[in-house]
């Protein structure tokens, strides 16, 4: 990985050394990174004037327009004449998750409290971008944990699973990173992912069968070493939730 907060040391605030086209992040595409961030609500999406000449963004529109004209399309024909930019805008709003701050997004929301119980958050929806093809899949996810002094506040998991879904992925590494997250920050008894995800690459394309759902999960303390909680954790997955 290049870019984000993956690998490299890029500071908050001064991004200024990441990939050709990147130099400041597009609002949308802050906004996006804050709310994963901080959780503020949801606004309208209007892309900013300065965000549309951006420099760096021609480089990629050109990319778009050579893959239209591969396609045997005329990029210049009425319908597509914006769709280098609004592709551009897309996959800078669908990988946002590369720019967030673990670190910002767990700030002030674990707290010690004495439950030692398993917490399971369930039914997270999830959209990412398969990293081979850059198709969706999309699904939903589960995260359960046991305690070990320190709990996470409940709305933060499905931001965590946000900051790994909005990238290109694959399903089976995204499992595994809002496991080992949870772990390494929380540092709790044991923790359980469960990932059910319909893959755009292998409905839309070849003799797949629609509807296929995979599933991947990811086990790691109590959750890998006694059957009981890894049973308790399932049981929870297949539970019908209580009407409201
Ligand atoms: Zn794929």
Not at 35 to 48: A, I, L
Not at 79 to 100: D, H, Q
Not at 155 to 163: A, D, H, N, Q
Not at 227 to 236: C, G, I, K, Q, V
Request: glycine share 8%; aromatic share 6%.
């Amino acid at each position: 990985m290049k870019h984000g907060y993956g690998a490299s040391e890029v500071s908050h605030g001064s991004r200024v050394k990441l990939g050709a086209m990147d130099r400041t992040l597009p609002d949308r595409v802050r906004q996006l990174v804050d709310e994963m961030e901080h959780e503020v609500g949801e606004d309208g999406f209007e892309p900013s004037p300065a965000e549309a000449g951006s420099e760096g963004g021609a480089a990629v529109e050109n990319a778009v327009r050579e893959i239209l004209l591969e396609m045997g399309e005329d990029p210049q024909r009425e319908g597509l004449v914006n769709t280098p930019s609004r592709v551009r805008r897309m996959y800078r709003e669908l990988t946002a998750g590369y720019w967030v701050d673990p670190d910002r997004l767990v700030n002030n929301a674990i707290f010690d409290v004495d439950y030692s119980e398993m917490v399971v958050v369930k039914d997270i929806a999830f959209y990412s971008l398969c990293e081979h093809h850059m198709l969706p899949f999309f699904g939903q996810a589960a995260v359960a944990y046991i305690p070990s002094g320190s709990v996470i506040g409940l709305s933060k998991i499905p931001r965590i699973v946000e900051m790994y879904s909005r990238r290109l992925q694959v399903q089976e590494r995204m499992t595994k990173q809002i496991a080992d997250f949870l772990m390494e920050r929380l540092k709790p008894k044991g923790v359980g992912v469960v990932v059910e995800a319909s893959h755009l690459c292998a409905v839309m394309r070849g003799v797949r069968k629609p509807g296929t759902i995979m599933t991947t999960s990811h086990v790691l303390g109590l959750f890998r070493t006694a059957d009981r909680t890894r049973a308790e954790f399932f049981s929870h997955l297949a539970r019908t939730p209580p009407t409201i």
